[in-house]
């Protein structure tokens, strides 16, 4: 049932066979473009933990034992199996040609993976320390056959180790000061300083004020400004951790099995669903497109939440100074009992959405303690035995509106079921929601300022702009081998330059790409006559190291494959070719495949240095896509 990120995935990759080339879809008769259609019978795939007492796995159910309802309504169980966890050995993929990468994921064959987050976006830097030392106690008292990777959230996603690590390399990864868990601050971060210090200037307004007739109009203004750069600032934050878990998503997109995702925070600004009700339906409510979307592609790539409280045990002593409002320094406008009672709804807001949050993906929530190393371990433990079920859902529209999923035992009994209560329902035919493109414009420039890397970004299709920046985990959704190697000879002097930049200049090196895309993560339709048409997006950015885009190129391939072509494709991948000048010196090449139809993408990012220019020459060159 399950598809292995193997070995033999990725044999077409490797080889690298001549194929045929890839042209612009020509014009053609009504008779040839007429979509063939095809029955297919979607299943849902539905993940539950069943515990009892103080989170004892419950082991040993059948199918028989589960009910399964949809809006209401039974459904037929079509599959079901029980897993549980056993230690695992990291695998190594076979390894590569000289300059030849790709994005197919190296995790090991496990049935559950762990997936650890620290959140420095919204979370205090005291408290990333205090996490960051938790993680620590945490890995050096784990077995290192348990499937961990380690992820950190700044202004953008970043990857510390992946799973096929050793338990050595994660704790050295974690000590680097470029790279690993040093607590850091945004420009959109928000410390209890920061708080503080607006309030005193308002109160030292107001304090200037008194005797001298002045009006409080200034401090009004002060207090509206304040409260607008605070407003910006959420909504910038929401969408870089909305960014932030679709990249994730997209990484674990290929990685088969469960995956339990322990997100360390102070606070979660995000809900995936509308709040279900006691009748086990949908409170009617607005969300964010890029909140649906993230959530579909969690559902597709079976994460469970697990949010853990950063803070540790709620210790707030009202009166100490430095705690907003405390010490005769209360609010602006307000007073101490005001600023207690807005805290203590701004912290129930955030337990309510840690519950959603786990509520809603098959995870559970952990709050108020100080033993984040043992929380971990329960989490883990929670989403380590688990059974997977399938059903194909009566309703057949796939028409990307909510479903509720409603799970029960037969038999009954004092069990806690956890699983996912809900999906949105897409297929490769269901248009997505758009995006708000001018707020992942903005997201993107957060993590990578700069004018010339906002034009970059700005090339690329929309879905690609927060998994194209510079440092970004790779996507897997769609998988693809990449050869790059300098062009050879190298373009004549005068030669007009490769690549989209207008103001490149100095000494230059251009490299030629070659692409070979697994056919069958893109979309491609069958029409009456037998040949297949889609459209598929190509993108190149180079990067320094610093994240400034050096030169960026892309376009997309329009594809109407004849029977005879789309058979040599079958056997080979689709090719695609790209070739950019770029200075000489440090720069990193962020390739990225996006699929029109779907919306699902593949990225990998590869330094120059990692190439082996000496066998540059006399390289076999896959067919160029025009």
Same mark, same amino acid.
């Given at each position: ?17 001549? %194929? ?16 063939t @259609? ?5 299943? $849902? ?10 989170? #004892?796995?419950? @082991? ?12 209401g309504?039974?459904?037929? @169980? ?5 897993h ?22 190296d ?14 976006l ?8 205090? $996490? ?44 680097d =000061? ?24 308002i ?12 009006t ?26 909305? #960014? ?9 997109? =290929? ?25 086990g339906?949908w409170?009617t ?30 210790t ?12 005769g ?8 009992m ?24 098959? +995870?559970?929530?952990i709050?108020?303690?100080?033993d984040?190393?043992? /929380?971990t371990?329960? %989490?883990?433990q929670n989403?380590?035995? !688990? !059974? ?23 038999? +009954?009994?004092? !069990? ?9 329902a ?12 001018n ?7 957060a /993590?990578?300022? +700069?004018?010339?890397?906002v ?6 299709p ?15 959704? &769609?998988?693809?081998?990449?050869r &790059? ?7 004549? %002097? ?27 993560? *893109? ?12 459209? *598929? ?9 610093? +994240? ?12 109407n ?7 040599? &494709? ?5 090719p ?5 000048d $770029? ?13 029109w139809?779907?919306?699902k993408?593949g990225?990998?990012?590869i330094? *120059?240095?990692?190439?082996? $220019? ?7 060159? /896959?067919?160029?896509? =025009?």
């Amino acid at each position: 049932m399950y598809f292995r990120s193997g070995l033999a995935s990725i044999a077409f990759l490797l080889s690298f066979a001549p %194929a045929p080339v890839i042209a612009q879809a020509p014009q053609t008769s009504p008779s040839d473009t007429t979509p063939t @259609i095809k029955a297919e019978t979607r299943a $849902v795939i539905v993940d539950v933990v069943v515990t009892k007492g103080r989170d #004892e796995p419950v @082991i040993a159910l059948k199918k028989e034992d589960f009910q399964v309802m949809e809006d209401g309504k039974p459904q037929t @169980i079509l599959s079901f199996e029980e897993h549980s966890v056993t230690p695992t050995k990291p695998i190594q993929l076979p390894p590569m040609p000289p300059n030849v990468f790709t994005n197919v994921p190296d995790a090991p064959p496990a049935e559950a993976l762990n997936v650890l987050l620290l959140d420095g976006l919204n979370t205090p830097r005291q408290d990333q320390a205090f $996490v960051r030392d938790q993680i620590i106690q945490f890995l050096k008292n784990t077995p290192a056959t348990t499937p961990i990777a380690l992820f950190t959230l700044s202004d953008k996603l970043h990857l510390v180790q992946g799973f096929n690590g050793s338990r050595a390399q994660l704790l050295a990864a974690i000590e680097d =000061k470029k790279t690993g868990l040093s607590p850091q601050k945004t420009y959109v971060s928000r410390e209890p300083q920061d708080d503080l210090d607006d309030q005193e200037h308002i109160a030292t307004m107001q304090m200037m004020l008194g005797g001298f007739g002045r009006t409080t109009a200034g401090v009004t203004n002060a207090q509206f400004a304040q409260a607008q750069l605070r407003g910006f600032d959420s909504e910038l934050k929401t969408e870089m951790t909305i #960014e932030a878990l679709q990249n994730l998503a997209r990484y674990l997109a =290929k990685i088969p099995g469960r995956k339990n995702l322990v997100w360390f925070a102070t606070q979660f600004p995000l809900q995936f669903f509308p709040s279900m009700n006691a009748k086990g339906t949908w409170d009617t409510g607005v969300l964010n497109n890029g909140m649906k979307e993230v959530a579909d592609l969690l559902t597709v790539s079976r994460v469970a939440i697990y949010p853990v409280g950063a803070h540790g045990m709620d210790t707030r002593d009202w009166m100490e100074s430095q705690n907003p409002g405390a010490g005769g320094t209360p609010a602006s406008g307000g007073s101490l009992m005001g600023n207690l009672k807005q805290q203590d709804a701004e912290s129930e807001s955030n337990i309510a959405a840690m519950t959603e949050l786990a509520a809603e993906t098959g +995870g559970e929530m952990i709050h108020n303690t100080n033993d984040l190393a043992m /929380a971990t371990t329960r %989490a883990i433990q929670n989403g380590s035995h !688990y !059974y997977t079920l399938s059903y194909s859902p009566t309703n057949k529209k796939m028409d990307g509106q909510l479903r509720a999923i409603q799970l029960k035992l037969a038999a +009954g009994g004092k !069990y806690k079921l956890s699983y996912r209560h809900g999906y949105y329902a897409y297929d490769d035919t269901t248009p997505r929601p758009k995006r708000n493109t001018n707020a992942m414009i903005a997201a993107a420039s957060a /993590a990578n300022p +700069g004018p010339a890397t906002v034009d970059a970004l700005k090339t690329a299709p929309p879905a690609l702009l927060p998994l194209m920046q510079h440092g970004s985990p790779s996507s897997t959704q &769609i998988l693809y081998g990449l050869r &790059i190697v300098p062009a050879n000879p190298q373009p004549a %002097a005068g030669t007009p330059h490769a690549g989209a930049n207008p103001n490149l200049t100095g000494d230059l090196t251009r490299y030629t790409l070659d692409f070979m895309i697994r056919w069958t993560d *893109v979309h491609l339709e069958e029409l009456s006559s037998g040949a297949h048409i889609g459209e *598929v997006g190509v993108q190149l950015i180079a990067y320094d190291n610093d +994240g400034k885009a050096l030169n960026w190129v892309g376009n997309t391939m329009k594809m109407n494959l004849k029977p005879e072509v789309f058979a040599a &494709i079958k056997k080979s991948g689709i090719p695609a070719h790209l070739e950019i000048d $770029v200075p000489k010196g440090a720069v990193n090449f962020a390739t990225g495949i996006f699929d029109w139809k779907t919306g699902k993408a593949g990225t990998l990012e590869i330094p *120059v240095s990692s190439l082996k $220019v000496e066998t540059a020459q006399n390289q076999p060159t /896959a067919p160029m896509a =025009k």
